[in-house]
Every structure is written in C-alpha cells, then in structure tokens.
C-alpha cells in the first residue's frame, strides 16, 4: 500500500500483491477459490482503467461490497486476538483504485492542500465524539487497548487508505463525475457514497446508533475530500476517528 505513494509503479505494487497473495495462499489464509476471485477483480479494475464504463463501475462496487460483506468464500481472517484479526477484505477494497485511478499527493503544494483538508477533519471529529457521547451510542472509556501499536497500524493500512480510496477516490469522485451536470449533483455523490459506507459496514455496527454514526463520519471522510480534493485528506481523517473511537470511547 505504501509503495503506492514511493512510486506508482505496476511492477512494484503487482509484485508485492502477488507475494502477499501467495504467501496468504501457503499459510491457509486464501485458498484457490479466493485467489480465483481476485485475479477476476484485477481483470475488471483493469478493464476499467482501460476504458471507464458505468456497468462496470457498477460491476466494481457490487463485487467490492459482496467481498467486505464477507460473500465471497475462500478467505480466513488471521487472528491475533478473539477480537482483533486481520484480512483480505480491506486492503484489496481499495489497492487497484488507489494503484491505478486516485490522484495521491505528489509535492509540497499538494501535502500543503492536504492539511488544510485535515484541519476541517479534526473540527468535524470533534463534532462527531460530541455527538456520539450525548447521544449516548458510545460511552467515554479511556484506555490503551492491547495490540496498540499493531492496532494503530493495520488501522491505517488496511483500513483507513484503503476504504478512502475505494470510497471516496474511485465511488464518490465517480457518482461526482456522473453528476457533474446536476446544481446537487456533489451532495448527491456524497450521501450516495456514504450510505453505501455504511451498508458496508452493517455486520459491524451493533445497533442503530452506531450505524447512524458511521453514516455521519462517512459524511465527514467525504466531506473533507470535497474540500480538500485530496484523498490524503480523507485517509487521515478517518485514521484519526478511529484511533480515538479505540483510545477514549468504548
């Protein structure tokens, strides 16, 4: 996921996935059925790239909703705790688009427009802990869970880049795009791309108050993009929430 941002390159980022895939493919964490799958994904990404087409675009986001939802069999979560495990799903959600579609950062000038974006992120974080405290989805917990480094990690790499890039940087930047002609056409993208988000992440959410919350951070993440427009923006963004969802709330 990082050499994405070293250097764009197929050879590099190609060359790691199929490492990766192989050495989950040895140890029983994707079997052939799985790794059929995937190679049929990056045959569509790449169609696409090629040449951008809406039934495509639609082909991408029921196949990547279908395999976050955990349809698609012939993957096995490796657990580090009951409850901490890491997987597939993530990571490949967002690889191709960010390795072939997203604009990324290039120079100082783009990591300037970057934090400006962040800036706006960090007010609506704020706005978002208060919400979900009053509301009382959540309840204030301050504590270091275990695994933090390890947390924090996988938190960023195979969550947090990877679903901005999908999200927003392939979903919401397209819908903008289809809708460009549209006065509502960007709020439209937006709340499209965000309910989306959530029904995404329906398994996770264990009541509606945190199904609300997470439709309203995707909302956030989306925002900040539009203001931004750079992903990094988002990425960060959500990063940040979730650290502090893991670190002060329960």
Known sequence: MLSIWLKRSPAIWGTLTCLILLSG?????????GLAYIIGLAVLWGAYYQKPNVWVFIA???????????????????????KFAVGLENPLTGLFPLA??????????????????LCIGIAGIGLLAFLAAISGAIRIHCTVPSYMALRTLSNLLLTSIPEEGFYRGFVQKTLCGYFKKSTFGK???LLLTSVLFSVAHVFWNPNIGIFALTFLASLLYGS??????KI????????LLNVIHMTFFS
Do not use: M, Q
């Open 232 to 239: 990094e923006s988002a990425i960060l963004c959500h990063f």
């Open 100 to 117: 072939l579609l997203v604009p990324i950062a290039k120079n100082a000038r783009d990591w300037k427009g970057v934090l400006k974006g």
């Open 25 to 33: 493919l040895a140890a029983g964490n994707i079997d052939k059925i």
């Open 187 to 189: 709020i439209a993208a």
């Open 224 to 229: 900040v993009y539009l203001f931004s427009g």
């Open 60 to 82: 991408l986001i029921c196949l990547t909703t279908s395999f976050k939802l955990r349809l698609i069999p012939g993957y096995y979560p490796f657990f580090i705790t009951p």
